[in-house]
Every structure is written in structure tokens, then in C-alpha cells.
């Protein structure tokens, strides 16, 4: 179901604004990501078919809102570092200094596909400029993929909106649906991943255990 809340927020701002305004909302959306794309994009595409904006301006400006808001994040992991990463990451239990090692040398092999298509991943998409800033993906790089990446999720969405007309909430439920697969199969590797480490660490303890004759 479509926050009603949300989409008169997003519909006051770009009326307000027009379609600066959307990309507001999207750069906002990047840094919190409860804010949903999937009201702001086709609402904006919708906003552009009924007169509110010129369409051409909407793409432009909320891909420009997708790198203002990555770019923060990027500039978030950057200040944050390596070292206060590990710091923080080992103080959560279960996380070893070798899973971070893990997800370095993954980022190194993997990173500009993962930027890219990180970009049309809900949740993910925001949360993927972090690491890039931690590892210091060179700026350029970072800012060519996620622009070209951002582009092509939210082209998609916004031309959906535009022309479906009033019926651009039927975008949103799909993408919603979408996100909750999406979030539902990240929490279940989660849970696997936290249930296999559990399971060692007690193979550990009672190996141990008999070793030492309790």
C-alpha cells in the first residue's frame, strides 16, 4: 500500500518546486531510504504527463537528485575510513576482522559492477555508495556508474508514470512487491549466514571442551 503521507509530501514539493523538486525527494531518498522511489519516480513521470513539469526535465533532475544523494553516502564511508569500519564492524557480534577482509577483496573484484547494478536494487542502492567510499573507489568512476545506473532505474519508472497518467500507482505496487522479495531474500541469507557461524562456534566450544577433559 502507497504512504499517502509520502505522496503528499512528494506532491507538495513538486509543485512547489517542479521538477527540482523531485530530485529533492530523490536525493533525500537516497539518504533514507524509507523514502520510497517507487512514489517519487512514477509520481513524478505522472506530475510531467498531466503538465506539472517538462518530462526531459524529470529524468534530468531526479538522476541528478540519485548522484547528490550517493555522493553523500560516498562521502559518509570515506570519513568514516577503514579503520573506524573494522572498529565498529568487531564490535558487533559474530563479525570477525576476516569477514571484512572477505568483503574488501569482493568490493576490489566486484565493486564497479556492484555500484551499477546496486542502483537498481531497493535498499541496496543507497546503501552500496557507502562501501565505495570506504574503499576509495576512485571519484569519477563512482560518479560514471552510479549517474548511468541511476539513469536507467529511474528513466524507467518515470516514464512508466508518465504514461500510465493516473494510474501510476500500479508501478508502485509492483516495485513494492519487489523490494519486500528482495528484502525478504537478504534477511534470509542473514539468517543463514548467523545460524552457520552460531553452529561453528558450538562445534568449537564442545570440541573443545572434550579436549580439555570436561
Known amino acids: ?70 555522493l553523500a553516502l560516498y562521502g559518509i564511508g570515506a570519513a568514516l575510513g577503514r579503520d573506524r569500519m573494522v572498529a565498529l564492524a568487531t564490535k558487533v557480534p559474530l563479525v570477525k576482522v576476516a569477514d571484512i577482509e572477505k568483503t574488501e577483496a569482493w568490493f576490489e573484484r566486484h565493486g564497479t559492477k556492484a555500484v551499477f547494478f546496486g542502483r537498481m536494487i531497493p535498499v541496496f542502492r543507497s546503501l552500496i555508495s557507502i562501501p565505495a567510499g570506504v574503499e576509495r573507489m576512485p571519484l569519477p568512476v563512482f560518479l560514471t556508474l552510479t549517474t548511468l545506473g541511476s539513469a536507467l532505474w529511474n528513466t524507467a519508472f518515470v516514464l512508466a508514470g508518465f504514461f500510465l497518467g493516473e494510474r501510476w500507482e500500479v508501478v508502485s505496487e509492483y516495485v513494492s512487491a519487489y523490494s519486500k522479495v528482495v528484502l525478504g531474500a537478504a534477511a534470509l541469507a542473514l539468517l543463514v549466514l548467523v545460524g552457520t557461524r552460531v553452529f561453528r562456534m558450538a562445534g568449537s566450544r564442545k570440541a573443545g571442551d572434550r579436549a580439555s577433559g570436561r
Open 1 to 70: 500500500m502507497i504512504d499517502s503521507g509520502a505522496t503528499r509530501w512528494v506532491t507538495d514539493l513538486m509543485s512547489t518546486l517542479g521538477a527540482p523538486g523531485a530530485g529533492l525527494a530523490i536525493a533525500l531518498e537516497n539518504i533514507f531510504p524509507p523514502l520510497p522511489s517507487e512514489v517519487i519516480l512514477p509520481l513524478a513521470g505522472f506530475t510531467a504527463s498531466a503538465g506539472g513539469m517538462g518530462l526531459y526535465a524529470a529524468l534530468v533532475w531526479t538522476t541528478i537528485g540519485s548522484v547528490v544523494g550517493a
